[in-house]
């Protein structure tokens, strides 16, 4: 009789097709990077092909790779179901959640994937809109779980992730000289624009706000086309952004906190299970894939330290 496939070995096969390499991989199912390795072998050795091959610094599959990351990621959402089916303390219902269209961008896809593997009979609503509008449908109760950017001045929030804030524009268009710098910002109550012009205003730049939208689409393709400069957040760069710095004229900026809001009286298994997936999966993001010099200037950054609730940054 033909021996089955190991589903540990299938689970850790797919954290190292999604991350990339063996080291990422050993992050996200909690082992180290020389058990990912034998696991890896064991199960070579029981397909009898091989399934990874060296890409520069990471691990790419193989043909047989491929074809074999389609049946496990069918078996791993199989077993999932069939082990949820018979917990009797498996989470049920609809849970609201919402969040800015940046963060849902950027970090939303690999929550709602985690999540919903090991939930799948929660129901998830997610609404997209800025900070300030998630917080008052919060106090309204219209939400369960809103992740924000932390403000402790005008509302409360769990701190999950800190990260630099980052001045912004087009690495392929020069700006304009002996010209006020343009602005394209969130809108009147953001609070990445409110601190944006506090900082020029505080360097005596002047600038000009030429394009407000709280869609962070609208906001980078006006960066991408040359035709603004912007504040962003380290992940939330891409490709064909330069980084700006105090040589460039302009001032460092307070780093960015993320939040979570919880509605009260939720239920703390619910509560307790979506706050430890937006966490995990906030710890496993790195900055977007940018330009050679812009990856260098953001692997020189010190890495910041994830505060506690509560805890305020100069300038905050």
């Keep these: ?11 850790t096969f797919v954290a190292i097709a999604d991350a990339g390499s063996f080291t990422k991989a050993a992050d996200r199912v909690f ?11 064991r199960l070579e050795e029981r397909i009898r092909k091989p399934l990874f091959v060296k890409d520069g610094r990471g691990n790419r599959l193989t043909p047989e790779g491929e074809k074999l990351l389609n049946y496990a990621r069918r078996m791993l959402r199989l077993n999932n179901e069939a082990v949820a089916a018979f917990d009797d303390n498996r989470l049920e219902g609809t849970l609201r959640i919402g969040t800015p269209d940046d963060y849902a961008d950027r970090y939303m896809p690999e929550i709602i994937q985690r999540f919903a593997r090991s939930h799948p009979n929660v129901e998830l609503y997610i609404v997209c809109e800025p900070s300030v509008d998630l917080a008052e449908k919060m106090s309204r109760g219209e939400l369960d779980i809103a992740l924000v950017t932390h403000n402790p001045l005008e509302r409360e929030s769990e701190v999950v992730r800190t990260e630099p804030l980052c001045w912004v524009m087009s690495a392929n268009h020069p700006l304009p000289e002996n010209a006020p710098v343009p602005l394209a910002v969130g809108r009147r109550d953001c609070q990445w624009r409110r601190l944006a012009c506090a900082s020029l205003d505080a360097v005596g730049r002047e600038y000009q706000i030429l394009f407000t939208s709280w869609s962070s689409t609208v906001v980078a393709s006006a960066v991408l086309a040359g035709m603004a400069v912007s504040v962003l957040p380290e992940s939330a760069l891409r490709t064909g952004m330069k980084v700006l710095g105090q040589p460039d004229g302009f001032p460092p900026l307070a780093p960015v906190q993320i939040g979570i809001m919880k509605r009260p009286g939720l239920s703390t298994s619910l509560t307790n299970a979506i706050t430890a997936h937006i966490s995990a999966c906030l ?14 200037d953001v692997k020189m950054w010190p890495r910041l330290p994830r505060l506690k609730a509560g805890h305020m940054l100069p300038g905050w």
């Design 1 to 11: 009789m033909t021996a089955p496939l190991d589903i540990d070995q299938l689970q």
């Design 31 to 41: 082992k180290t990077q020389s058990a990912v390795s034998m696991q890896m072998r």
């Design 283 to 296: 710890d496993n993001i790195t900055p977007a894939n940018v330009d050679d010099e812009l990856d260098r």
